[in-house]
């Protein structure tokens, strides 16, 4: 059984305590919504030039992809996940969720025109305030940036940021330069002055080869491998010292598992204590670091049999880095009971919405 | 058949742990004359009008000019030059069998081979090939080579077959080549080495670091401690081109040695793979088993460098975790020598552990793949042996 | 063995070099029944450590002489030149040369410091006369150091200036043979 779906199953029989989901999915149906949020300028420029919108979600989400959206939650046709009635129905009222951080991956990176980057970002985020943060009090989002260009999406940040919906910055994972980088600390100095979380997102720049040995063939291959983008962006905000220079940063890993942390942060640790002088910022081991800094959401689990996956839980070395999600419409097998049996008991509320509650500040 | 049943090949028991070292490197200069004597006169000249690009200092300095530990430079100031001194500091203090000789230096001074001309490139590795023979292989019969392909230049089967075919032939063990490249390696261009490999029935091997394309899905890196630390990122795009491209069904004779790219990670990937797998079927009808399953048929990993994880007590359950997924028998004895990372037989496989598990990754899983018999009475002492 | 044989005058001071042997900015590694000791002469000053790396057994003494590097934030990175760190020649760990402790885990972690003095050649004389110091052989130096009174000498006190911390038991130890003949190289 799938536990996403609550088949057959009471919400209440698989957890009795609160439940935030810390990934759900908003999905802007055609280019055309965002028209009514839109500069005239570039709705005019959108239409003279006969586009349709950026390629990125239909690369990073091939739109018959099981992972793009499961069977059951594609419905007459539509865009899965395009109506706040969709989310509400199949996730907000049967999983009775006190909270659901909403993201909405529109691949605004994968237009390269930096103002019209900038100006389709304003447009998404004013639609999710309109369509979703004001018609259903449960839901938080994160707004989207043109993440290629710093300054502009530090000047998108601190005009949406403060309002009281927005509680994350979404950064697409794949990008041209590294995000520890120091180009980009406009977008750490903006989310921080405005307590925003930075959302490290499944997605991003397509044209360049999604992985160092160049362009996959397959879908399968390139999202299996996806973990490697997540690896060497973590790696590098630590390397880099992003959490020296803003140590109020706060980091949510979504749609990129958990299973890798240890094992990689054990190779960081390694590596730090006999190449520390190299980046001398960095004044404790990578992993602690870590612990403090960045959560990772459970959607997609990839566990192993019970006894191994426990051993990961373990080697976390913290019941806090763990957040529920059932990353809707997109489709993962893992069973949140599997999870949950394996966790301490002192985590599973933790799990399922205390830790999500404290990075967000919910 | 599965090429998992090795058990033909000869591992000698006794009283001893037999030791092979599958990762150990000479690093010459292609200036050196243990290389120079291989290049042919037009690209010497070449070379000293023109330098290679990627020699010398690099976009992010290592810690020390070779990378390497400081005890391993010899009388000259150079490290990995003198085979003599290698076994002086290596081979001889552990009674090794046999040393598997890596160079991707090749790979590094050549940026892979694709920013030079063809036939300079093609000259070098060859160069280096003969330098591993010649040099090291003929000073000590204890080296075994690799033969190092450019990966994205065409006729990477034909230097395998003059390496096999020629004089030294049988101390050619295996194939080496960037685990990066132009183009992911399950496509097309890279068949022909395959099926070289699987003809001379030798391992086809990758060893860090990636030459060829940026570092990571998201560019490129801007600290030496940084590409380290994710040297893990390079088998996790490598692996899955290979198994879902259906490189196993075609050649399932072909062996993967994974050289200094980490194995405590494997386990948890499987698990990645796997899901993948059941979540995008539809995508590879072509695919006949799991995910998984290939990759415990056709991987083997190096120990070096030790993983090590937060806390000592730890590390039993990710030995443990890694031959419970059915890799006991892949696991390999590595020093990296001369590299400051280096670790010795007994930091990789302590004392502590089952002497069965020492056994295996210490010599015997390395003799099964490589064909190489350990020999009697060589190793380290083993507690229970006379 | 009881209290009265264990404290037997065994000479807890040696005699190392003359003064002149190890110049500012020079090494020597000693033997001193079977534990060799890297001497330093850092501007002047000189400092023992056990050629023994915590971390793994590594031959410590032989590793380089940097300084701190600090920085607390990126952008700001400052040398601090009156800090000296001896770096282990395999992993690169990071030692103060005074106190052993390791850069990275200053509460775990230590190499194993020795006092070294310079001392006038008639204390010397003395005291080796005494017993309470002795003479050793250095790896380098076919003979027995003469103490002539005109020189001044390096003094090795290996009384422990603090304990340093063991390699990890049984897990990292370099076989026998290794020990035994590992070449101790000087490196000015
Ligand atoms: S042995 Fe000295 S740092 Fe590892």
């Known amino acids: 059984m799938t536990t996403p779906l609550l088949a057959g199953m009471k919400r209440s029989t698989l957890w009795t305590g609160t439940v935030i989901d810390c990934d759900v999915h908003a999905n802007v149906p055609s280019i055309e919504t965002l028209f009514d949020y839109m500069d005239p300028v570039w709705v005019q420029g959108t239409q003279e030039r006969g586009w349709h919108g950026p390629t990125g979600p239909r690369l990073s ?25 969709m989310l509400q129905n199949d996730i907000l009222d049967p999983w009775q969720v006190d909270r659901a951080v909403l993201n909405c991956y529109y691949g605004i990176d994968s237009l390269r025109h930096p103002d019209w980057a900038a100006a389709l970002a304003s447009a998404v985020n004013n639609w999710i305030i309109a369509e979703w943060l004001d018609k259903d009090p449960r839901l938080v989002a994160s707004l989207v940036i043109p993440a290629r260009d710093p300054i502009a999406a530090a000047a998108e940040i601190d005009r949406v940021g403060s309002h009281p919906g927005f509680v994350q910055v979404m950064l697409p994972v794949r990008s041209e330069r590294l995000y520890g980088q120091r180009i980009f600390n406009p977008i750490y100095e903006a989310a921080t002055r405005n307590d925003l979380v930075i959302g490290l997102h499944w997605g991003g720049t397509t044209e360049d080869a999604p992985s160092p040995t160049g362009y996959a063939s397959w879908y399968a291959e390139q999202y299996a491998a996806e973990t490697q983008v997540y690896i060497a962006q973590l790696t590098s905000m ?51 670091i870590i612990r403090d800094h960045v959560r990772f959401s459970v959607a997609p689990a990839d566990l192993g049999s019970p006894e191994h996956s426990q051993r990961i839980i373990e080697w976390l070395g913290s019941e806090d880095l763990l957040m529920f999600a059932t990353d809707y419409p997109h489709r993962h097998d893992d069973d949140i009971d599997e999870l949950l049996a394996i966790i301490p008991a002192t985590m599973k509320p933790k799990l399922m919405s205390e830790t999500a509650r404290a990075w967000y500040k919910l | 058949m599965t090429i998992t049943d090795l058990s033909a090949a000869p591992v000698a028991t006794g009283s001893k742990l037999g030791v092979i070292d599958v990762d150990f490197h000479p690093m010459p200069l292609p200036t050196d004359p243990q290389v120079a004597d291989h290049l042919p006169q037009q690209w010497k000249e070449y070379i000293s009008r ?50 598997v000789l890596t160079c991707p230096q090749t790979y590094i001074i050549t940026n892979g081979g694709a920013n030079m001309p063809h036939k300079l490139a093609t000259s070098l590795y060859r160069a280096y090939n003969n330098a591993l023979a010649e040099t090291w292989c003929a000073a000590d019969d204890r080296f075994r080579a690799s033969v190092t392909v450019a990966r994205d230049l065409p006729g990477g089967e034909r230097e395998i077959q003059r390496c096999k075919e020629g004089k030294f032939g049988d101390k050619f063990v295996q194939v080496l080549m960037s685990p990066s490249g132009q183009d992911p390696l399950g496509k097309r261009r890279y068949w022909p080495i395959f099926e070289a490999c699987e003809n001379y029935d030798i391992p086809l091997s990758f060893h860090v670091p990636g030459m060829g394309r940026q570092p990571t899905g998201a560019g490129r890196q801007n600290f030496y401690a940084e590409t380290h630390a994710a040297f893990g990122v390079l088998p996790l795009a490598l692996v899955p081109s290979l198994i879902f491209e259906g490189v196993f069904d075609r050649f399932p004779k072909l062996k993967i040695a994974m050289l200094e790219m980490g194995w405590d990670w494997v386990a948890p990937y499987s698990w990645r793979l796997d899901a993948t797998w059941e979540k995008l079927r539809h995508e590879l009808p072509h695919l006949q088993r799991k995910p998984s399953e290939y990759l415990k048929e056709h991987f083997w990993f190096s120990t070096q460098p030790l993983e090590e994880p937060e806390r000592p007590d730890m590390l039993e359950g990710v030995f443990g975790m890694f031959e419970d997924s059915g890799f006991a028998d892949r696991l390999m004895f590595s020093s990296d020598y001369p590299h400051w990372d280096y670790d010795s037989p007994y930091e990789s496989v302590p004392e502590s552990f089952p002497e069965d598990r020492r056994r295996r990754i210490l010599g015997e899983n390395a003799s099964k793949l490589y064909g190489i018999p350990l020999r009697e009475n060589s190793g380290l002492p083993s507690p229970t042996g006379e | 063995m009881n209290e009265a044989t264990a404290s037997v005058k065994k000479p807890q001071k040696f005699v190392v070099a003359r003064a002149e042997e190890i110049p500012p900015g020079s090494r020597l590694i000693v033997d001193v029944g079977g534990r060799e000791v890297g001497i330093f002469n850092i501007k002047g000053s000189y400092y023992g450590m056990l050629n023994r790396c915590p971390h793994v057994g590594g031959p410590l003494s032989q590793g380089q002489l940097v300084n701190s590097v600090t920085a607390t934030v990126p952008g700001k990175i400052t040398l601090d030149e009156s800090q000296d760190l001896l770096t282990c020649p395999w992993h690169n760990w990071e030692f ?21 003095n310079v001392e006038a050649g008639t204390d010397v004389a003395e005291q080796v006369d005494g017993g309470s110091v002795g003479r050793i052989k250095g790896p380098y130096q076919a003979e027995t150091i003469e103490v002539s009174i005109e020189s001044d000498y390096v003094v090795l006190s290996m009384r422990p200036q603090r304990p340093g911390t063991a390699a990890k038991p049984g897990a990292c130890a370099p076989p026998p043979t290794a020990t035994t003949e590992m070449k101790v190289e000087v490196r000015p």
């Open chain 3, 96 to 116: 103060d040369i005074k106190t052993g402790q390791s850069y990275w885990d200053p509460k775990h972690m230590r190499a194993r410091p020795f006092t070294v």
């Open chain 1, 61 to 85: 989400y091939p739109p018959g992809a099981a992972t793009t959206a499961r069977d059951e939650w594609r419905h007459d046709g539509l865009m899965p996940a395009s109506k706040l009635s």
């Open chain 2, 50 to 99: 023109y330098g290679l690009g990627a020699m010398g200092g690099g976009v992010y300095p290592s810690q020390r000019e070779f990378t390497h530990r400081l005890d391993a430079v010899d009388d000259n100031g150079r490290v990995g030059l003198d085979p003599h001194l290698a076994v002086e500091q290596v081979l001889a203090p552990f009674d090794m069998t046999a040393a």
């Open chain 1, 238 to 288: 630590v390397f880099e010292g992003t959490f020296q220079k803003f140590p109020a940063l706060r980091v949510a890993v979504m749609e990129g598992g958990f299973s890798w942390v240890p094992t990689w942060g054990w190779s960081m640790n390694k590596k730090w204590k006999g190449l520390r002088r190299e980046t001398p910022w960095v004044d404790r081991l990578p992993l602690e």
